[in-house]
């Protein structure tokens, strides 16, 4: 079972702040996903990255996939209250059948 | 498409008891799983089926049953509720393509459950 470090656990920033979070193995992935949960709602997916070094842009978000695959970086540009939730990191099982997740990160951006 | 849906939304049981959490999907995905979440914990995989007819075991299997009679619904059974058992609980499906890694799970929006 590959084991995914997510850091920090909990960033509490204000509105306009730039921010990084960091998913991190000792195992090489195929692909990582990230997800955002929103309170009381279940998870959603953001983006896939599949190729070592590949970087995606979603609006004023960026996911970083590292050169050797073993870690994932996402940094928000200008933060919004609407940022607000709990960022997930996931990685597909070796079958393609299961993901495992990370613990988290939880993100409060206040006005 | 109303996609993954999920009933009750919170449940309180006593020790002991029995429930069955419900799930159904209607995008005709294969592939469907639970999940639970405790604070700080992240998901953690309980069942999980390819198709129907056909279940295994995830990380934290024991305590729970599942069973997927039809493509639409993966309905999760506990028999003896325990308070370890007090979570939130997410189903998710997904369409299988085949040696792809970059399928997109879709969750439900989850039964938070309180044992006592």
């Known amino acids: 079972t590959q084991l995914l470090e997510q850091s920090p656990q909990f960033l509490s920033i204000q509105e306009g702040e730039n921010l990084t979070v960091y998913c991190n193995s000792s195992s090489v992935f195929s692909s990582l996903q990230w997800y955002r949960q929103e309170p009381g709602e279940g998870p959603v997916l953001l983006v896939t990255v599949v190729t070592g070094g590949e970087v995606k842009k979603l609006k004023r978000l960026t996911f970083q996939f590292g050169d050797a695959r073993k870690d994932s970086s996402l940094h928000i540009t200008a933060a919004q209250p609407g940022d607000t939730g709990l960022y997930l990191c996931a990685a597909m099982g070796s079958g393609y059948s299961t993901l495992t997740f990370g613990k988290g990160t939880m993100l409060l951006v206040s006005p | 498409n109303a996609g993954v849906t999920q009933t009750p939304k919170f449940r309180i049981l006593k020790i002991g008891q029995s429930m069955t959490l419900q799930c159904t999907q209607d995008?005709?995905?294969?592939?469907m799983y639970w999940y639970r979440q405790d604070p700080g914990m992240g998901l953690k995989l309980i069942y999980y089926s390819v198709g129907a007819g056909i279940t295994d075991k995830g990380e934290v299997p024991n305590g729970y049953n599942v069973s997927r009679s039809t493509t639409e619904d993966f309905p999760l059974r506990l028999e003896l509720a325990a308070p370890s058992q007090t979570s939130v609980y997410f189903c998710?499906?997904?369409?299988?393509?085949?040696?792809?890694?970059?399928?997109?799970?879709?969750f439900g929006p989850g039964t938070r459950l309180t044992v006592l």
């Open positions: 998710a499906s997904r369409r299988f393509s085949g040696g792809s890694s970059t399928d997109t799970q879709y």
């Open positions: 995008m005709n995905h294969n592939y």
